[in-house]
């Protein structure tokens, strides 16, 4: 698994890391590095699990990477395969805050493909998979993301459909959802149900619920979260872009605490960009969560 290109920056990190715990032998330290698959999973002590979910009344798929730090629930695209984040990089691109115990990353498989990309089964059925779903995060893994980790703040984090998930969650349930990092995000959830409109897909969709916040749900929302959005100008972004700053507008229209990042027209609705994004804006969030734990 080479390191080379946009890891760079990323490799003279890790190197140093590694070399300074005796993981990777001195002289690989000043060049470029190729780490099997499995000497890579080893040291980020990569995990999978197939463990029951009572929420979904089935098993769930997980990789779990890293032995301590801030804990972050990530969420796949479209596909919802809980190994996306390893197949393509996202485990390499951290691997030097997950041996140091900086971070601890939570990848479970979602239902995005039965839910919203490739349904079989009528709206109000899909939804109700969405709902478990989602007290499947907050109910079950977030409870023991904060066990395992120690940390009473856990951060989301998703790429295109996954940041659909990212921004209901850290919106519906921000005492669960802390820090909730958005990335090429399509947010009206509409699009994916053929114009069909009920309670259901309002509350699925942030595009539409947020302008409507108030009283004590919204001063809950402005007092536990932070929703950062992320999109790129270039290929492919078109209704994501549009969608990414119509929520960013939503969301500073009733306060809630937010970061519309806008990259430029060369980035791309691709994993080589999204790679660079997460590790920029999850240093980002590490940075102040340790901030405000010190400041408690």
């Known amino acids: 698994m080479a390191i080379r290109g946009e890891h760079a920056v990323i490799l003279s990190a890790m190197s140093a890391t590694l070399t300074a715990t005796g993981l990777l032998p001195a002289r690989h330290a000043t060049r470029s590095i190729t780490m099997p698959s499995a000497q ?3 040291l980020v002590q990569a995990r999978h699990e197939f463990r029951h979910s009572p929420a979904m009344g089935k098993n769930v798929h997980m990789w779990t990477y890293g032995h301590a730090g801030v804990p ?10 809980a190994h996306e984040w390893d197949h393509h990089g996202v485990v390499e691109a951290l691997a030097d805050w997950l041996v140091q115990g900086k971070v601890r990353l939570y990848c ?8 919203w990309i490739h349904p079989t089964t009528s709206v109000a059925d899909r939804l109700q998979q969405l709902r478990s779903y989602e007290q499947f995060i907050v109910d ?8 395992e980790t120690g940390f009473a703040h856990v ?14 969650l850290a919106l519906k349930y921000p005492e ?21 409109y009920d309670d259901d897909v309002y509350y699925s969709d942030p595009s539409s619920f947020v302008w409507n916040l108030h009283g004590r749900t919204l001063r809950n929302i402005q007092h536990n979260t932070h929703v950062t959005l992320v ?7 078109g209704r994501c872009l549009a969608e990414t700053k119509h929520l960013a507008q939503a969301l500073a229209k009733v306060g809630v605490p937010h ?22 804006h999850l240093g980002v969030a590490m940075s102040t969560l340790e901030r405000q734990r010190l400041a408690a």
């Open 40 to 42: 890579l999973s080893a």
């Open 72 to 81: 972050v629930i990530a969420f796949p695209t479209a596909g919802g395969y």
């Open 108 to 115: 479970p498989e979602s239902n995005a493909a039965a839910v």
């Open 140 to 147: 079950e893994l977030v409870p023991r993301a904060r066990y």
């Open 155 to 168: 951060v989301a984090m998703g790429c295109s459909v996954g940041a659909l998930y990212t921004a209901n």
């Open 176 to 196: 669960a959802i802390r820090r909730a990092v958005c990335l090429s995000g399509r947010y009206q959830a509409g699009y994916f149900v053929d114009g069909h």
């Open 231 to 237: 999109c790129g100008q270039g290929a492919h972004e």
């Open 259 to 280: 970061w519309l990042d806008l990259w430029g027209s060369d980035v791309s609705h691709e994993w080589v960009w999204w790679r660079r994004q997460i590790r920029f």
